[in-house]
């Protein structure tokens, strides 16, 4: 057990429609970062926040979007959902910032299934 | 931009040893890290090297060589617990300054 915690753990949806996802950091951590991964696109970075703070963005489609609250757990929204967002997606916290992100904690993950 | 190549499958016998490598190209480097993956589970954090040589924890190490873009994970006495994906992952601090860029990863298969 990680100690990042993850809600839900799967998640079945149509097409066009919004979801979102939850994740609570180890607890001291103050970045968290979202991840996708798919078969054939391995694990995605998506976003990284630090204490409240956008920190980092990867290829984070323009419909999806993330924040951090003052108690630092994490929201993923994904909203016009497609058949292509279906995969896993994990969020990880680490201790730090920039120069602690080598060694993050995963949370167990959301399978989204879009339908 | 960043590059990491690793072999997408390695298959070997339990009680062995087997050594999975990483090659990366990276705008700037500050240290290889190493994931595992089991089916099915988030990927756990095995070990990290910032300079070069050889870093040891139980059964795994992992060895870095930043002169060469080179680095690998070696693991001895395999069990068939071993038997998941491993990703080697670098920080990219380009246009994109990605906290952790990881490798395609390598599916390692233990067997009796």
Not at chain 1, 64 to 77: V, Y
Not at chain 2, 19 to 36: D, K, P, V
Not at chain 2, 82 to 89: G, T
């Amino acid at each position: 057990d990680s100690g990042v915690t993850q809600t839900p753990k799967h998640l079945i949806t149509a097409t066009g429609q919004r979801v979102t996802l939850r994740c609570s950091p180890r607890s001291g951590d103050l970045s968290v970062y979202w991840y996708q991964q798919s078969l054939d696109q391995g694990l995605q970075f998506l976003i990284q926040y630090y204490n409240g703070e956008e920190r980092a963005k990867g290829n984070i489609l323009e419909r999806f979007s993330a924040q951090q609250f003052p108690d630092l757990h994490s929201e993923l929204n994904l909203s016009s959902l497609e058949l292509g967002d279906s995969a896993l997606y994990f969020c990880a916290s680490s201790v730090g910032g920039d120069g602690y992100s080598y060694e993050q904690y995963f949370g167990p993950g959301t399978r989204l299934t879009v339908t | 931009g960043q590059s990491l190549e690793q072999p997408s499958e390695v298959t070997a016998v339990e009680g062995a040893i087997v050594q999975i490598n990483c090659t990366y190209q990276t705008s700037g480097f500050y240290g290889l890290s190493w994931y595992q993956q089991h089916d099915g589970g988030a990927p756990t954090f095995l070990s990290y090297n910032a300079l070069d040589g050889l870093e040891e924890t139980g059964r795994f190490s992992s060895f870095l060589s930043r002169s060469d873009s080179y680095g690998y994970l070696l693991l001895q006495e395999l069990q068939m617990k071993d038997s998941a994906s491993y990703f080697c992952a670098v920080r990219d601090l380009g246009a994109g300054n990605t906290p952790l860029v990881f490798g395609k990863g390598t599916r390692l298969s233990v067997i009796a």
